[in-house]
């Protein structure tokens, strides 16, 4: 059963920096790609960034030169460094994993920033 963990959220002064980290597990098979994407509270799930097999990557608009997502195949791991938080970064982040037609999704990791 292929399955994917959060780690590294946690509460940021604006300004700060986070690593988010992501390891999968129960699959032989490199997933076509990974990414993240985030929840705040009375919205609705958004994209935030994606990496391919191939190294390609994209991002929101809103994050774009304030965060790096990179991915480990050796360790079935994606990170997302986050620099320069702000209060509206505020949300629960998941990862996510396309494998063989199907986006596995992790349990979330809560990212606050304080102003």
């Known amino acids: 059963q292929v399955q994917l963990v959060e780690s590294g959220g946690g509460l940021v002064q604006t300004g700060g920096s986070l690593r988010l980290s992501c390891a999968a597990s129960g699959s032989p098979f490199r997933f076509a790609y990974m990414g993240w994407y985030r929840e705040a509270p009375g919205k609705q799930r958004e994209f935030v960034a994606t990496?391919?097999?191939?190294?390609?990557?994209n991002y929101a608009d809103s994050v774009k030169g304030r965060f790096t997502i990179s991915r480990d195949d050796a360790k079935n791991a994606v990170y997302l460094q986050m620099n320069s938080l702000k209060p509206e970064d505020t949300a629960v982040y998941y990862c996510?994993?396309?494998?063989?037609?199907?986006?596995?999704w992790g349990q979330g990791t809560q990212v606050t920033v304080s102003s």
């Open positions: 990496v391919t097999s191939g190294g390609n990557t």
């Open positions: 996510v994993g396309f494998l063989q037609g199907t986006n596995y």
